[in-house]
């Protein structure tokens, strides 16, 4: 199952379907390995996004859209560029409830952001791996999504096992559980370069390791920019 963009869906603008209990696997695209979202807003609910891969979000590519996605699972998806979802010009999506697992990409295994700023409420991100950045989520160019209630565990990468901020790029995490994440380089944790300060707030993030062990520098290691945390375990 191959083609150019959208393996089996491709919603382009004014077009905002509703998808429900579906399971979508084995497809391979050059972008947007599942699912398209171009300038469009579905609501993607109880689908399942399994083995997909494509150069651009291995799952699902969302070019200035937005979808609400409930209860889904993403899990061994393939990307150059996002394993899971990539989000890009100034995507916002809605994503609650949903777990990525065993995706893999060069950057941001589950996820990446470019430009864009997910709203993630009670997800799990769990052995997602990144050959370079961002082993569970890759942020860059001002991207500056939230999560509450998230937990990131055993997610790996060169840099930011769980998470790597680029390029101003000021995620707030609030409530989170970020533990047992990996770096072969720096911040198993957090990775944060190039003028981005994340804000974490509630949070726990313990037992991250990078090549310096497992102290503080590798759960939030920063190379330029000024995180900000507040009552929370580092």
């Given at each position: 199952?191959?083609?150019?963009?959208?393996?089996?869906?491709?919603?382009?603008?004014?077009?905002?379907?509703?998808?429900?209990?579906?399971?979508?696997?084995?497809?391979?695209?050059?972008?947007?390995?599942?699912?398209?979202?171009?300038?469009?807003?579905?609501?993607?609910?109880?689908?399942?996004?399994?083995?997909?891969?494509?150069?651009?979000?291995?799952?699902?590519?969302?070019?200035?859209?937005?979808?609400?996605?409930?209860?889904?699972?993403?899990?061994?998806?393939?990307?150059?560029?996002?394993?899971?979802?990539?989000?890009?010009?100034?995507?916002?999506?809605?994503?609650?409830?949903?777990?990525?697992?065993?995706?893999?990409?060069?950057?941001?295994?589950?996820?990446?952001?470019?430009?864009?700023?997910?709203?993630?409420?009670?997800?799990?991100?769990i052995g997602n791996t990144a050959t370079y950045t961002g082993?569970?989520?890759?942020?860059?160019?001002?991207?500056?999504?939230?999560?509450?209630?998230?937990?990131?565990?055993?997610n790996s990468a060169d840099f930011g096992g769980r998470m790597?901020?680029?390029?101003?790029?000021?995620?707030?995490?609030?409530?989170?559980?970020?533990?047992?994440?990996?770096?072969?380089?720096?911040?198993?944790?957090?990775?944060?370069?190039?003028?981005?300060?994340?804000?974490?707030?509630?949070?726990?993030?313990?037992?991250?390791?990078?090549?310096?062990?497992?102290?503080?520098?590798?759960?939030?290691?920063?190379?330029?920019?000024?995180?900000?945390?507040?009552?929370?375990?580092?």
């Amino acid at each position: 199952k191959s083609a150019g963009r959208g393996g089996r869906i491709s919603n382009g603008t004014g077009r905002n379907p509703t998808e429900t209990n579906r399971t979508y696997t084995g497809y391979e695209r050059a972008a947007g390995g599942q699912m398209y979202n171009g300038g469009t807003n579905p609501m993607v609910n109880n689908c399942s996004f399994s083995g997909n891969s494509a150069r651009y979000g291995g799952g699902m590519w969302n070019y200035g859209g937005s979808p609400t996605v409930t209860n889904c699972i993403f899990t061994d998806n393939i990307g150059g560029f996002g394993g899971g979802v990539w989000n890009t010009v100034d995507s916002s999506p809605t994503v609650t409830n949903c777990t990525f697992s065993a995706n893999s990409a060069d950057y941001g295994g589950a996820m990446l952001n470019e430009s864009s700023s997910p709203t993630l409420t009670a997800c799990t991100f769990i052995g997602n791996t990144a050959t370079y950045t961002g082993g569970g989520i890759h942020n860059d160019d001002a991207s500056s999504g939230t999560l509450t209630n998230c937990t990131v565990i055993a997610n790996s990468a060169d840099f930011g096992g769980r998470m790597n901020n680029v390029n101003t790029s000021n995620p707030t995490g609030i409530n989170c559980t970020v533990s047992e994440n990996s770096a072969n380089a720096d911040g198993g944790g957090m990775y944060d370069f190039n003028n981005s300060s994340p804000a974490v707030t509630n949070s726990i993030l313990w037992g991250n390791g990078d090549a310096g062990g497992m102290d503080e520098s590798a759960q939030i290691h920063t190379d330029s920019g000024t995180p900000v945390v507040n009552y929370s375990i580092v």
